[in-house]
Nanobody, 123 residues
Framework: QVQLVETGGGLVQAGGSLRLSCAASGRTFSSYGMGWFRQAPGKEREFVAAISRSGGSTYYGDSVKGRFTISRDNPQNTVYLQMNTLKPEDTAVYYC????????????????WGQGTQVTVSS
């Protein structure tokens, strides 16, 4: 089982960019599909993006399509989330997670989670 640590969050103005990283420990990173979710105060956890084990397929939530890009570097055991044209409504704690299934958009199918990193977008 992998352990996940997110970095790269912070405060940014609307229209700006951030890149989140999620570093995984363990030798089996490439056997997991990886996803990013976010949760704002008082709201449910929301699917942001996911990427297949090889990186050949990517999936995005409707609210971030065209602005966010997920990628992975298997030799470096890292998955990234490039976030462009940020909006105040993107403010949330962002979590990366690992899954053995192809149910990309459903949090309950991810069995390992990081601790989260805060992203705050000011208007």
């Amino acid at each position: 089982q992998v352990q996940l640590v997110e970095t790269g969050g912070g405060l940014v103005q609307a229209g700006g960019s951030l890149r989140l990283s999620c570093a995984a420990s363990g030798r089996t990173f490439s056997s997991y599909g990886m996803g990013w979710f976010r949760q704002a105060p008082g709201k449910e956890r929301e699917f942001v993006a996911a990427i297949s084990r090889s990186g050949g397929s990517t999936y995005y939530g409707d609210s971030v399509k065209g602005r966010f890009t997920i990628s992975r570097d298997n030799p470096q055991n890292t998955v990234y989330l490039q976030m462009n044209t940020l909006k105040p409504e993107d403010t949330a704690v962002y979590y990366c997670a690992a899954t053995k299934t192809a149910n990309w958009g459903l949090a309950r199918f991810y069995d390992t989670w990081g601790q989260g990193t805060q992203v705050t977008v000011s208007s």
